[in-house]
């Protein structure tokens, strides 16, 4: 168990499976408590909630919330900190992903894509601020390497991930010297689970990675544990997890 996270308390958005729940499942293995937003993924969050409470109980707590709902997003912040006494890190990892090329663009498409990978994760960070000051604690954000080469066809996720990018680095100035910020850009880790990726764009991705192969979830995971536990002069930056298909798209 690691010493720098035993008894600390980290909140984390969209938790409740693939790249949520693997970053849960290592943050809670090195000891903090945990509580895990889930919005729709009701089953997976209660299992994974059973799951990880049976290794050390009462260590996880989960919040339901829908994060379009601006107004809420203080009451998620305040129901881990009661629940915990503190908050040590927020980990804004909830995000929306879906196709939305020109000319088929939508203000709802905006509203939903920037909502949730932008807007979001601004007023959850505002709304952690000031309890992260007084732990001297650290927000990471989940990014994307198409943040800085937008993916053809995903134009409004493509301009919220890159909001994302450059809300990491004027929070890290903003809430500095008291809360470090930084984040993680995945590159192909987990395929969409709508099936909008077939064989053929995978393994061209794949193609593009230096090391010809896709990632696993706990790759991101060890990432963002990395920037919570064992980076104390690290803030502003962001780690890409991408196998080299950054340096090669």
Known sequence: MSAQLHNKTILITGAAKRVGAAIARRL?????????????????????QSELNLQRAQSVTLVKADLAEIAGLAEIVKTCVERYGALDALVNNASAFYPTPVGAISAENWDDLVGANLKAPLFLSQAAA????????????????????????????????????????????????????????????????????????????????????????????????????????????????????????
């Open 28 to 48: 809670h293995r090195a000891g903090a408590n945990l509580t895990l937003h889930y919005h729709s993924s009701e089953r997976e969050a209660h299992a994974l």
């Open 130 to 249: 000031p309890y992260l000051k007084k732990t001297a604690g650290c927000i990471v954000n989940i990014t994307d390497i198409h943040a800085d080469r937008p993916l053809k066809n995903y134009v409004v996720y493509s301009i919220a991930k890159a909001g994302l990018a450059g809300l990491t680095t004027s929070l890290a100035r903003e809430l500095g010297p008291e809360v470090r910020v930084n984040a993680v850009a995945p590159g192909p880790i987990a395929w969409p689970e709508d099936g909008s990726f077939d064989e053929v764009t995978r393994q061209r991705v794949i193609s593009h990675t230096l090391l010809k192969r896709t990632g696993e979830p706990d790759d991101i995971a060890r990432a963002v544990y990395y920037l919570i536990a064992e980076a104390p002069y690290v803030t502003g930056q962001i780690i890409a997890v991408d196998g080299g298909r950054s340096v090669n798209l």
